[in-house]
C-alpha cells in the first residue's frame, strides 16, 4: 500500500480524525434545564467556591491538551500550525485509543516562547494535562520549563520524554540478553535535539554513568564552541572524557548506539569498532541511520528502529496514552523522573523472560496490558513522589 498517497485520499473523506460527543442528551425541557441554564448555574457556583470542584464536575478530569507551533513536525520540519493539525488529530486518536483519554488538537500561531506559553497557561483550567508536540528545540525546553512552573497540571513534551521512557524501556530488556547492566556500558547518541538531549537525561537518571551526545558538527563537549544552552547544559554532565571528533571517532568501543538524527549516518565499519554484542536504535524514519540487516551483519546484537516492518519498534504510543491516564487518574500535578521510570519499567515488564529474546524486547503498540500497566506504575510513583492529589 501507499501509506502517503491513501492517508490523503482517507483525510479528505473523513474531514477530520476527532469530533466532539456529547455525553448527555438534551432532548426535552427538562433535559435542556438540567444541561444548561438555570440548572447549571449550581455547578458552576460549585466550583466557584471550590476550584477543585472543577476536576469533578467537568469533563477536565480527562481531557488533555495537544499543543504545537508546527515548527518540528515528525520530520518534515518547520511547516506552521495548520499544517501541523493532521498530525496533533492523530495523536488524539492514539490517546483515546490507546488511553481513553479525551484529547483536543490545538495549532498555535506564534513562535514567540513568552507569547506561547502565556496562551497556554491562559487555557490550561481547561485541561488535565498539556502534551506539547512537534516544537523545535531549543525553543521547546524553555517552553516546558516555564509552563511546567506556572500550570498546576502536568506539561509532558511527548518528542522528548516519551521517546526517552520507550528507549529506556528497550534498554532495560537488551541488557537482559546482553548481559551487560546499563550503568556499565557506553553510549553514543547521535542527534542532540530535544529526544537526544531527554534520552541521555533519562538513561542517566537509570544508571548510565557514560555518554556522548554528537551533532552534525560532531561530538558534544563542555566547552565546545557555539553550542545553543541546551546543547552547552547537557555537555557540563556527558561526555566525561571530553571526547572529540565525529561520530565514527567517538563510536568506537561503546556498547549502545542511539540514533535520531539522520539516514545513513551509521556504517557497519563503524558497528564494527563497537564493543561485541552492541544494542543499535537506529530511529531515524522513515529511514534509519542504518538498515537493521546491515546492523545485524556488522555484529549489533540487537537492533531496534521507529518502524513498524521491522522488529523492535521504538513506538511512542508504548508511553504517553499510559503516563497520561495514570497521572489522570491521580490528578498528578507534574509528571516527575519517577514517574517516567516506573513507566519504562512498566513497559519492559510485559516481555516475560520466556518471550525475551532479540527480535522481541519490547510490547507490541497493540497489546492491551500497556494502558493498565503502565498508568498503574505511574499513579504509584506519583503517589510516592507527592506529586499525586487523590
Not at 47 to 58: C, G, H, V
Not at 123 to 139: K, M, T
Not at 238 to 250: E, H, P, Q, R
Not at 349 to 363: C, D, G, R, T
Request: net charge neutral; proline share 4%; with cysteine.
Amino acid at each position: 500500500m501507499d501509506y502517503r498517497k491513501e492517508s490523503l485520499k482517507l483525510h479528505s473523506q473523513w474531514k477530520g480524525k476527532v469530533e466532539v460527543i456529547a455525553r448527555t442528551k438534551v432532548d426535552n425541557k427538562d433535559a435542556l434545564s438540567l444541561a444548561y441554564t438555570p440548572g447549571v448555574a449550581e455547578p458552576c457556583l460549585a466550583i466557584q467556591k471550590d476550584y477543585n470542584k472543577s476536576w469533578e464536575l467537568t469533563r477536565r478530569w480527562n481531557m488533555v491538551a495537544v499543543i504545537t507551533d508546527g515548527s518540528a513536525v515528525l520530520g518534515l520540519g518547520d511547516i506552521g500550525p495548520e499544517a501541523g493539525m493532521p498530525v496533533m488529530e492523530g495523536k488524539c486518536v492514539l490517546f483515546k485509543e490507546f488511553g481513553d483519554v479525551d484529547a483536543f488538537p490545538l495549532c498555535v500561531r506564534t513562535k514567540d516562547v513568552d507569547e506561547f506559553v502565556q496562551t497556554v497557561y491562559n487555557i490550561s483550567g481547561s485541561f488535565g494535562g498539556i502534551n506539547l508536540e512537534d516544537i523545535a528545540a531549543p525553543r521547546c525546553f524553555e517552553i516546558e520549563d516555564k509552563l511546567k512552573k506556572i500550570c498546576d497540571i502536568p506539561v509532558f513534551h511527548d518528542d522528548q520524554h516519551g521517546t526517552a521512557v520507550v528507549v529506556s524501556a528497550a534498554l532495560i530488556n537488551a541488557s537482559k540478553i546482553t548481559g551487560k547492566p546499563i550503568k556499565e556500558c557506553k553510549a553514543v547518541i547521535n542527534g542532540s535535539g530535544a529526544a537526544g538531549i531527554a534520552i541521555a537525561k533519562l538513561l542517566m537518571t537509570l544508571g548510565l554513568n557514560d555518554v556522548i551526545l554528537c551533532d552534525r558538527t560532531g561530538a558534544i563537549y563542555n566547552g565546545r564552541e557555539n553550542l545553543n544552552s541546551s546543547k552547552a547544559e547537557i555537555a557540563e554532565i556527558t561526555n566525561i572524557g571530553k571526547a572529540k571528533g565525529s561520530l565514527k571517532d567517538v563510536i568506537a568501543g561503546t556498547d549502545i548506539f542511539i540514533g535520531v538524527s539522520a539516514p545513513g549516518v551509521l556504517t557497519e565499519d563503524m558497528i564494527k569498532t563497537m564493543n561485541p554484542n552492541p544494542t543499535v536504535l537506529a530511529m531515524a524514519n522513515p529511514t534509519p541511520e542504518i538498515m537493521p540487516d546491515a546492523a545485524k551483519k556488522a555484529g549489533a546484537r540487537i537492533v531496534g528502529t521507529g518502524r513498524s516492518d521491522f522488529p523492535n519498534q521504538i513506538n511512542n504510543v508504548l508511553a504517553f496514552p499510559g503516563i497520561f491516564r495514570g497521572a489522570l487518574d491521580v490528578r498528578a500535578s507534574s509528571i516527575t523522573e519517577n514517574m517516567k521510570i516506573a513507566a519504562a519499567y512498566a513497559i519492559a515488564s510485559l516481555v516475560s523472560a520466556e518471550e525475551l529474546n532479540e527480535e522481541y524486547i519490547l510490547p507490541f503498540a497493540f497489546d492491551k496490558r500497556i494502558k493498565n500497566t503502565v498508568a498503574q506504575a505511574v499513579a504509584q510513583a506519583a503517589k510516592k513522589d507527592g506529586a499525586a492529589k487523590i
